[in-house]
């Protein structure tokens, strides 16, 4: 893979391991300073000192809300494929928000 980090060290990648294996809670919406008490101290305190990281924690923050909003009606693995896909050609797009259809 790339390049993503101008400085990825250890303590990144195990911040974005952390990151990666927190629960999906339901349709909760965490802001990134909630989701930050969800990690294991060791990285909570990273997400504090690391810039990078700390962009990492609010992107991560900001998908798992946007998938909470269309949880909310009971959705079977096709939706959330779809919803991410949405949200990456969103991401991509960058234009004015879209609807799903
Ligand atoms: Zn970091």
Redesign the pocket.
């Known amino acids: 893979m790339g390049n993503l980090?101008q400085?990825e060290?250890k303590?990144?990648r195990s911040?974005q391991d952390a990151l990666e294996d927190l629960p999906v809670k339901g349709n909760a919406r965490l802001s990134a300073e909630e989701w930050i008490g969800e990690l294991p101290a060791a990285e909570a305190k990273?997400?504090g000192?690391?810039v990078?990281?700390h962009t990492?924690l609010e992107e991560f923050a900001e998908t798992r809300n946007a998938l909470a909003g269309m949880a909310t009606v009971e959705a079977g693995p096709w939706f959330v494929s779809r919803v991410m896909a949405a949200i990456v050609e969103g991401a991509g797009r960058r234009g004015p928000g879209r609807s799903l259809e």
Do not use: K, M, P
Request: net charge negative; charged share 25%.
């Open positions: 980090f400085r060290s303590d990144c911040f990273h997400a000192e690391c990078t990281c990492a």
